[in-house]
């Protein structure tokens, strides 16, 4: 199958397709082409350039397919690399009681916090879990994701643990979108171990993980490294178990303190150590001497009122720094890529390049998946986003911040 997409008015986020990832300020350049073409075989990227050089005189009889894009801007798709999609019901209710007022122990007693999406969870079948998610997912990729890592860890017992990542195998098998599966068995301590902490993180490493490991249905491990939640200690535990499985650990680290959590997944070569609300110099230094990614949340700050992570900081100090939109029903109740990325102009100060190569190269990489998203290049999988004609250049994509400025998107070509 040969398609040809012609008369592109810019095809943007060029790079060779040995770049792994962006680090510090090489996030400031994106490359583009003005009025160019691009050649999809089978899925892939084969080609492109400017139409000067196009093969249309090959005439459209060689390709299977030819689409005019006239007047459109065209990105890869995004990298959505920190999500939580597969959980049961919503928590608006919540989101009203924190309006008016209410204390996090009194919104956990009405049926807020994880542990309540945990019972919800476990009452939930399969095939609500997975319609609900496959709505969801849905919109991610009508809203331009191409790749998504999804997390466990509503369900806090092997059970409902193991029912969670069959929907995301399901939702693997269902769409051509790339999906990763994450366990996040220690998201929080399972209602049955109240107040047995590390009799929990043993039930996570002995019961949990093999469980997990066995089935082939996570290719990360997360931990909640923060306060209140898993010490670094306790987190150190369960990564090294699961690494012991051939899980590569990405970290919940930093949003309600100074945790350690960026300290032990640098250590444990983290492929990505997420949120970073709280991440000061220290932490900024590590991850700048890390291959590991910094992912920040700005979903999560919006929706909560928490301060940002500092983004430009870590630009600065040269960290590889992602954006994902943290999707989950408590803290960021949205996969709009679009708009994390106009959040990563309007309230981290990322200029439209740095804000765009977050949420595409670095969120790939944050993945482990740079080798396949987050660039046009040679060899790359055929996932991009026509914008609609009349957008008038790149930077009105992160200013128009609730314009629905998308056309359409190609997954896979198509
Ligand atoms: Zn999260």
């Known amino acids: ?215 082939g249905v996570a290719r990360f491990v997360d931990v909640f490294c923060d306060q209140g939640f898993f010490t670094p200690e306790e987190t150190s535990r369960i990564i090294e178990a699961a690494s012991a499985h051939g899980m590569r650990p990405k970290i919940h680290a930093n949003e309600l303190a100074a945790s350690g959590g960026v300290q032990v997944g640098v250590a444990h070569n983290a492929l990505s150590v997420d949120h970073l609300e709280r991440a000061g110099e220290e932490e900024l230094r590590l991850l700048a001497q890390s291959d590991t990614v910094a992912t920040m949340l700005p979903g999560a700050s919006f929706f909560l009122g928490m301060p940002y992570a500092p983004a430009r900081q870590a630009i600065d100090h040269d960290c590889i720094v992602a954006l994902a939109s943290d999707w989950n029903p408590g803290s960021s109740p949205s996969g709009s890529m679009p708009f994390i990325m106009s959040l990563g102009c309007i309230k981290m100060k990322l200029t439209p390049e740095q804000s765009f190569n977050a949420v595409t190269i670095n969120g790939a990489a944050a993945m482990g998946l740079s080798h396949l998203y987050g660039s046009i290049s040679r060899s790359k999988v055929a996932s991009f986003i026509v914008y609609k004609p009349y957008v008038p250049d790149a930077n009105y994509i992160p200013y128009a911040y609730s314009e629905d400025l998308i056309d359409s998107v190609f997954i896979c070509g198509k």
């Not at 928590?91 to 049926?111: P, T």
């Not at 994880?114 to 997975?130: G, Q, T, Y």
């Open 1 to 215: 199958m040969l398609t040809l997409f012609k008369n592109i008015k810019q095809l943007r986020g060029i790079l060779p397709v040995s770049v792994r990832y962006l680090r510090g300020h090489e996030m400031d350049t994106v490359i583009s082409i003005d009025n160019a073409y691009l050649i999809a075989r089978d899925g892939f990227i084969e080609d492109f350039g400017s139409m000067d050089s196009c093969p249309i005189s090959a005439t459209s009889a060689t390709f299977n397919q030819v689409y005019d894009l006239s007047g459109s801007i065209v990105t890869p798709t995004f990298c959505d690399s920190h999500t939580h999609i597969v959980y049961a019901g919503s928590r608006q209710g919540e989101f009203v009681d924190k309006i008016n007022g209410l204390s996090y122990e009194e919104i956990a007693r009405r049926g807020g916090g994880i542990l309540n999406s945990a019972d919800r969870l476990a009452n939930a079948s399969v095939e609500e879990l997975m319609r609900d998610a496959d709505r969801r997912l849905n919109y991610a990729i009508k809203h331009g994701t191409g790749a998504i890592e999804i997390k466990s860890g509503y369900g806090l017992s092997t059970e409902s643990e193991l029912k969670m990542l069959e929907v995301i195998k399901s939702l693997k098998e269902k769409h051509k979108c790339d999906i990763c599966a994450t366990f996040l068995g220690a998201h929080a301590v399972g209602r049955a171990f109240a107040g047995r902490q590390s009799e929990y993180v043993d039930y996570v490493i002995n019961d949990m993980l093999p469980a997990v490991a066995r089935q």
